[in-house]
C-alpha cells in the first residue's frame, strides 16, 4: 500500500526554522520525483518545493525561494524540507507528494500524504 507520513509540524514564531520530513514506503519512493505543497485556510493548494529522484535538480515556488530547502535520503525513503525565516504567511497544511517525473510533482502527483500543520506566530 503506498504511504507517505509526514512529521515534525508544529507551532513557531516568525525568524524561526523548521525542518519537516516525509518518510514513505520503497512503493512509493523509488524512482518518484517528491514534493512538497502547503494550503492555508480559504486558500487553495500551493506548490512550495520539488526534488527529482536523484536530488541533482530542485524546483521552489517564489513565496520560499531562499528560505526553503528541499532534500532526500534515499537509503531512508524520506525526503525533507528545511524551512529558514519562518513568517505568519507560511502557517499551513504541509503536504508530501510523490510523482514520476519532476515537472509534474510541481502541479499533481500520483500519491499523497495526509499532511503535518505548521504555525507560524507573529
Known amino acids: 500500500q503506498p504511504q507517505l507520513v509526514e512529521s515534525g509540524g508544529g507551532l513557531v514564531q516568525a525568524g524561526d526554522s523548521l525542518k519537516i520530513a516525509c518518510l514513505a514506503s520503497?512503493?512509493?519512493?523509488?524512482?518518484?520525483?517528491m514534493g512538497w505543497f502547503r494550503q492555508a485556510p480559504g486558500k487553495e493548494r500551493e506548490f512550495v518545493a520539488a526534488i527529482s529522484w536523484s536530488g541533482g535538480n530542485t524546483y521552489y515556488g517564489d513565496s520560499v525561494k531562499g528560505r526553503f530547502t528541499i532534500s532526500r535520503d534515499n537509503a531512508k525513503t524520506t525526503v525533507y524540507l528545511q524551512m529558514n525565516s519562518l513568517i505568519p504567511e507560511d502557517t499551513a497544511v504541509y503536504y508530501c507528494?510523490?510523482?514520476?517525473?519532476?515537472?509534474?510533482?510541481?502541479?499533481?502527483?500520483?500519491?499523497w500524504g495526509q499532511g503535518t500543520q505548521v504555525t507560524v506566530s507573529s
Open positions: 520503497e512503493h512509493t519512493f523509488s524512482g518518484y520525483a
Open positions: 507528494a510523490a510523482a514520476v517525473g519532476l515537472g509534474r510533482v510541481t502541479y499533481e502527483a500520483d500519491y
